[in-house]
């Protein structure tokens, strides 16, 4: 969460803002934690928002394209998905999503 929103911070270097939200939801029948990070910085293009989470792809300067990455592949281990989707110039819209559990039992409905 912590790379998504330093992303976030840093499109919107020239204005903008972040919001992080979480919310508990309930999809197919299992419940879970969605964390959306949204920001009204830069955005990117289509060509760039469908490479964001390979490795290396980057449009920072001096950027290494890890971060998204890693957050993908963590999320994941974790029994997660992480999706985006952004227009230039009005912004970008990380949510993750993850199941909610309590001591390895999921949280009740």
């Known amino acids: 969460v912590s790379n998504v929103l330093i992303n976030a911070v840093e499109a919107c ?3 903008g803002s972040v919001i992080a939200r979480a919310d508990r939801v309930r999809e197919g029948g299992s419940n879970s934690v969605v964390v959306t990070i949204s920001d009204t910085g830069c955005g990117m293009s289509g060509d ?4 964001i989470w390979e490795p290396y792809v980057t449009g920072k300067a001096g950027g290494t394209g ?4 890693i957050v993908r592949q963590t999320i994941s281990a974790h029994g997660g998905c992480v999706a985006a989707s952004s227009v230039p110039r009005e912004g970008t819209s990380i949510r993750i999503t993850l199941p909610a559990h309590a001591g390895g039992e999921l949280l009740p409905g």
């Open 13 to 15: 270097r020239d204005g």
């Open 48 to 51: 760039h928002l469908a490479r």
């Open 66 to 69: 890890l971060g998204l990455s």
